[in-house]
């Protein structure tokens, strides 16, 4: 984008640079009076504050386009690493969720098991203790 703004500028410059040297040439070639050159001048003059005029807004409104573009761009970058963000959380939250209800699932059984255990362990004692 900078690039393109030098480039643009660069071609206004040498465009005005060229237009005003050769203006001037044929002026200070061609045979006339003081009043007609000065007069020829002023005409040539306007002519290429028009002409710069013309540029400037042409680089404007290139400018302005440009502008709109890299915002909407921007902007759609924008909106996808949010949509990418929220599905990245609502994975991340059923991961979770699974592995709490995994984690309880396990405790439960390793509850469980301790209770079997333990039932076990008092068994044998009882029947230790009977014989």
Do not use: C, W
């Amino acid at each position: 984008m900078a690039e393109e703004n030098r480039a643009l500028r660069g071609a206004v410059v040498g465009f005005l640079a060229g237009t005003v040297a050769g203006a001037l040439l044929a002026l200070l070639y061609a045979p006339k009076s003081g009043k007609e050159l000065r007069a020829e001048l002023r005409e040539r003059a306007d002519e290429l504050l028009e002409d710069a005029e013309g540029q400037v807004q042409a680089a404007k409104s290139k400018a302005t386009t440009m502008v709109s573009e890299a915002k909407k761009r921007s902007d759609h970058l924008i909106n996808d690493a949010q949509t990418k963000a929220k599905t990245l959380i609502q994975d991340a939250d059923r991961v979770i969720s699974g592995a709490k209800g995994k984690a309880s699932s396990l405790a439960e059984e390793g509850t469980k098991l301790k209770e079997a255990v333990r039932a076990g362990v008092d068994a044998y004692k009882t029947e230790r203790d009977r014989a």
